[in-house]
Structures are given as structure tokens and as C-alpha cells.
């Protein structure tokens, strides 16, 4: 495995343990906990930059990304779950690399929610979508990514997944008050708008996926942007 995946991966897992730990011992600070957390998962950013120039086209460009995922999702607010957030931070995986859709992802959560409203659900947001891109980056050279259903199959999954993992925090910060019956009880309650989800980013992959990686590709070899 490549040095850059280890360390991508490594930064994951504490990101998730920490996580975990600050929904169980300070859910009152989530604002605090968003913070760090965006200073950890720019992390991997600067190490993936730690030996070269960063360009200031490059930041430009992740900013811009980081936005329009941000600001796709404020419209589509009245429709549950419904939105072209998630179909951004793919194609930002998918066009420009982990690093850099890990960073839109987590970014994306952290702006929308300040038109949306801050909680303690921030953080797991900017997880869970920052490891779609992450997950999306590391996928963009297999054959299963390259081929157009390979990534409809990962956005209807990235959907639900996302849907599980907003679950979880729940059941974490609440743990003293859950039980088997409620946890079955929210995965169903909550299967119609994980599917929603699934079922958009099908949708946006499919009509509007192959341009924005068009674009997105022609724009980094232009400028010789984001080059491993």
C-alpha cells in the first residue's frame, strides 16, 4: 500500500475513535468538536503537500468544490435527505483524489450546517461524507469505479452508509437509554430517507457524472493541479 493511502487510513481510524470518544465525554462542545475536527482532517491534506508547493489555484479549487457541495444541499432542505452534496464529494474523490475529497466532504457539512444549524450531529457529518470522498479517491483507479454502474453501486451505498453512521451517533451519545428495540426502530424509521439518499446520488451520478469528471479531469491537467 502507498504511502500516502497508510497515511490517509491511519488519519481515518483516529478521526473515528475520536469521534466517538467526544459524543460520549463532551456532547455539549460540539462547536468545539467541529473545530478540531477540521483541523485533523486537513491533516492529511498538508502531509500530502508536506514535500511540495502548494499551489494557490489547488485551494482555490477544493474551497469552490467545498462550497458548491455546501450550497447544493441548502435548496433540496425541504426534501429528507434529498440533495447533490454527496454526488460532489464522489466526484471530487473521483476527479482530484482521497485528500481532496475527504477535505470537500468534511468542509461541505461544516458550511451547509451554518445555514442548516450546528449540532451535535456536525461532526458525524463531516465524517461520514468526508469518508465517502476519501473512500471515492482510493477507488477512482479500479475498474469497478471506471465503470458507470461501479459507481452508481458506491453512491447507493455511500447513501445508506451515510444514513447508518448518523444512527450510530445517536445511539452513542445515548447509550445509557438504548436498547435492541429502539436501535431496530430507528434503522427502519429511518430506511426511507436512507434510501432517498441512495436513490439521488443514482440519480445525479447517472445524469450529471461523467460531465463534472470530464470537467473537473480537464481542468487538473490544464493547470497541472492536484498531481500525485
Not at 91 to 100: D, K, P, V, W
Not at 177 to 202: E, K, M, R
Amino acid at each position: 500500500m502507498a504511502r500516502h493511502q497508510v497515511i490517509l487510513l491511519s488519519s481515518a481510524l483516529m478521526l473515528s475513535i475520536m469521534l466517538i470518544l467526544v459524543t460520549l465525554f463532551i456532547q455539549h462542545h460540539f462547536m468545539l468538536v467541529s473545530v478540531l475536527f477540521v483541523m485533523l482532517t486537513f491533516l492529511p491534506f498538508v502531509i500530502r503537500f508536506e514535500r511540495r508547493k502548494v499551489s494557490g489555484r489547488e485551494l482555490v479549487l477544493l474551497a469552490v468544490l467545498s462550497a458548491i457541495a455546501a450550497v447544493s444541499r441548502v435548496p433540496f432542505s425541504s426534501i429528507p435527505s434529498v440533495q447533490p452534496t454527496t454526488f460532489v464529494i464522489i466526484i471530487t474523490g473521483l476527479a482530484l483524489g482521497a485528500e481532496s475529497g475527504f477535505v470537500v466532504g468534511a468542509l461541505a457539512a461544516l458550511v451547509s450546517n451554518l445555514f442548516l444549524g450546528q449540532g451535535p450531529w456536525t461532526p458525524w457529518q463531516m465524517y461520514s461524507w468526508g469518508m465517502i470522498g476519501l473512500a471515492a479517491g482510493l477507488l477512482r483507479h479500479t475498474k469497478f469505479m471506471k465503470w458507470s454502474i461501479g459507481r452508481y453501486i458506491f453512491g447507493f451505498i455511500s447513501g445508506i452508509l451515510f444514513g447508518w453512521v448518523m444512527n450510530i451517533w445517536f445511539f452513542v451519545g445515548n447509550m445509557d437509554q438504548i436498547t435492541i428495540s429502539h436501535i431496530l426502530a430507528s434503522f427502519g424509521t429511518s430506511l426511507y430517507f436512507d434510501l432517498a439518499h441512495a436513490i439521488s446520488n443514482v440519480f445525479f451520478l447517472a445524469v450529471f457524472g461523467k460531465a463534472w469528471i470530464k470537467i473537473l479531469l480537464r481542468f487538473k491537467k490544464k493547470y497541472g493541479l492536484l498531481d500525485r
